[in-house]
């Protein structure tokens, strides 16, 4: 069973018992159908309280049944709550700590509400690209008012439960440290007798001139919802509330869920909810693998990597130790610590006294010996093997048995970087991303030697510090850098053969990335990926590269540090401007190759940066370096400004066709630097059996 029935006195209880947050699936939903039922039979019950087992009210919809047909099947929530609001009997919803979504509508489905402090209260279906679609749209504003329930519903954001004390939404919030189920149990007993029994569905929506409010809301909600479909249907469902019947404000809502569910926004939007919650999960470590305690750390580098970083784990409350070998580079490093988070001082989102209390965390070394006892030690400096290996040596002498240590390269090999250590089952890759204390991404990369242990420990760990953690394999720049290197490679190309940089940014930028491949190489800095080319030249000699990018280095034009990259900066703005200088540059070296310069269509230019990364990621997930398809797309969509309503690179082919797909590859296959455009055999396999990458 997924509800548990008990009577105390008069009063029955229905506690929805579904972990983690008392999910509303099938199961879940016939168990409490039956409960409410039995309850209405049973002469001796006067009236019923509906409450949620463990952690939870509810969270709203079962995730696990998420595209399957158990979401649809009966009882849905609609009779769920139907049979609620139909009892005979008065049904008083005990509230705590999360009602969600589908929670929420159960819940004003009910005669009473009654509430703890601190409840999350929420209809967070915007973020999935839907709208509420049991009846939230029309039964809020009948409680909280037309505006307070159009932001809930617009911005899908948790409003905790002594907020709403005083509105409709709840008869009664007790005192923190109340027992809740035994005052809900009093409370019904109360109003056993009361009759009529009161409905959310017969109160009015009371708003004076709510079509000038509703104009208004529409025009704010459309200059910001960018791609999305849902925000503004949320805004004219909610006006429905407002303008038609009960009943028909419920069709017209269900209706608008129904085309939501189908738009590519939303489908995209709920594939990235799954693959976020996929990501944690690896296959051969358990989810009871015991993990260690990480609580000290420290960070080896006080660069702009070394102190974000750091800040990760102050923000986390665990005491981390930057160490560096010179005095000015650590001083320089703290004062970039304290300027942070002074600046999100000024900016109103941390407190003075906050701001102070993560600083104190931060401590600052010369010497080794002062990181000895940290539980983790993360290694963020120059990206050189020779380097890395001379600090994993140090470490190896200096840290306590059992200490996790961890490398943030971006694209060495890190089974190498173990084998300069005596412990390679310790040795692990923490890849963050610039800015590190404000990225989602952190790339964790298991060695052939990582132990289980290590590698559960790093993904609770990317949870504490805030991170969406993904696990890669091993290889020359691991998931994410790996395939940008296919990406920019194809932008380098397309210079040379018409493209300019503006062009190609452009097309990108409203293809839905966050930044085209030139801002975003000018924001990272041109040198790091001239370094890289250099390495590669050695090491790869066969891989073809535009000499586009390394002219533009012999310039010493790496960007915005410099003033000057692909495009031109002024002083103190980041603002891109177009370079005549790098532009003349460009033309000229298609001159000086013999390429004659032809227009090249945007759609040409999406094409090729997007399909260059389907490509690599196709080799990365049959190679095994990436556990699945939706591993890849969280990389992307976290860490490199894909377009989340695009759902990622690998979720985006499939939505295309992989056969659409192929052919294009093919295509291009037969232009110049065709030798970049093998298919891999994964996408040829899966096109010709007509299926995609998401399993």
Not at 125 to 144: F, I, N, S, Y
Not at 581 to 600: A, K, P, T
Request: proline fraction near 6%.
């Amino acid at each position: 069973m997924s509800a548990d029935y008990t009577v105390q006195g008069s009063v029955a209880v229905v506690s929805l018992n579904n972990p983690p947050v008392n999910g509303l699936g099938l199961a879940t939903r016939s168990a409490a159908v039956a409960a409410i039922e039995r309850a209405e039979a049973d002469p001796a019950v006067t009236a019923i309280v509906l409450t949620g087992a463990g952690k939870a009210f509810s969270g709203g919809a079962d995730i696990r049944e998420f595209n399957s047909p158990k979401a649809l099947t009966e009882p849905t929530l609609h009779s769920l709550i139907r049979v609620v609001e139909n009892c005979s009997k008065p049904v008083v919803a005990a509230i705590h700590s999360v009602c969600m979504g589908g929670g929420l509508e159960l819940a004003l489905g009910c005669n009473y509400r009654v509430a703890l402090p601190g409840a999350q209260i929420a209809l967070p279906e915007v973020k999935l690209g839907l709208l509420p679609g049991a009846g939230g749209t029309q039964r809020l504003p009948r409680v909280l008012g037309l505006e307070m329930a159009l932001d809930m519903v617009v911005s899908g954001t948790p409003v905790p439960s002594e907020k709403l004390a005083g509105t409709a939404l709840f008869d009664q919030v007790f005192p923190a440290g109340t027992d809740l189920l035994a005052a809900a149990v009093e409370f019904a007993a109360r109003v056993a007798h009361a009759r009529p029994l009161p409905k959310v569905r017969e109160r009015a929506v009371d708003y004076p001139h709510p079509e000038a409010f509703i104009q208004a809301a529409r025009e704010k909600v459309k200059a910001m919802a960018g791609p999305f479909p849902a925000p503004l249907a949320c805004v004219e469902t909610v006006a429905a509330s407002v303008s038609k019947p009960f009943e028909e404000g419920l069709s017209f809502e269900r209706e608008r869920f129904l085309h939501l569910m189908q738009t590519p926004e939303s489908k995209a939007l709920r594939h990235a909810f799954m693959a976020e919650r996929a990501a944690s999960k690896v296959p051969d470590v358990p989810a009871d693998t015991p993990v260690r305690k990480i609580e000290r750390a420290a960070v080896v580098g006080a660069g702009t990597m070394g102190t974000g970083i750091a800040m990760n784990f102050a923000n986390a409350g665990i005491p981390v130790t930057i160490l560096e070998t010179k005095g000015e580079a650590l001083d320089k490093g703290l004062a970039t610590i304290r300027k942070n988070y002074e600046n999100t001082v000024r900016k109103g989102k941390l407190t003075q006294e906050k701001c102070e209390q993560r600083i104190s965390l931060i401590t600052g070394s010369l010497s080794y010996a002062d990181i000895a006892q940290a539980d983790i030690v993360i290694e963020a400096v120059f990206e050189d093997m020779g380097v890395k290996e001379s600090v994993f040596r140090q470490l190896d002498e200096t840290m306590k048995p059992g200490a996790i240590l961890a490398s943030n390269t971006s694209t060495l090999d890190l089974d190498r970087i173990a084998a300069s250590t005596s412990r390679p089952q310790d040795v692990i890759g923490l890849h963050f991303f610039s800015p590190a204390n404000v990225m989602k991404l952190l790339e964790i990369v298991r060695g052939k030697a990582t132990g289980k242990d290590v590698l559960a420990t790093c993904l609770a760990l990317s949870k504490k510090i805030r991170k969406t953690g993904v696990v890669s394999g091993v290889c020359d720049g691991f998931i994410g850098n790996r395939m940008l290197e296919q990406y920019l490679r194809q932008a380098f190309f397309l210079l040379e053969e018409g493209a300019l940089p503006e062009q190609v940014d452009g097309a990108i930028e409203r293809f839905g990335f966050a930044m085209g491949p030139f801002r975003m190489s000018d924001l990272a800095g041109n040198d790091i990926g001239w370094y890289i080319r250099k390495r590669r030249a050695v090491e790869s000699p066969h891989i073809a590269y535009s000499k586009t990018a390394d002219l533009l280095c012999e310039q010493g034009r790496f960007g915005q540090k410099t003033g000057a990259g692909w495009y031109d900066y002024r002083a103190g703005e980041r603002k891109a401007i177009p370079s005549p200088l790098v532009n003349d540059m460009i033309v000229q070296h298609s001159r000086d190759l013999g390429v004659e310069r032809r227009d090249i269509a945007d759609s040409e230019i999406v094409e090729r940066l997007v399909y260059a990364l389907v490509n690599e990621g196709a080799k990365i997930l049959e190679e095994g370096i990436a556990l699945r398809a939706s591993d890849i797309d969280m990389v992307y969509l976290s860490g490199y400004g894909f377009p989340l309503h695009r759902g990622g690179p690998m979720f985006y082919a499939d939505s295309v066709g992989l056969p659409r797909v192929l052919d294009a590859i093919r295509r291009f296959a037969g232009g110049r630097h065709g030798e970049a455009w093998k298919p891999a055999p994964l996408l040829e396999r899966l096109a010709a059996e007509g299926k995609g990458f998401q399993a």
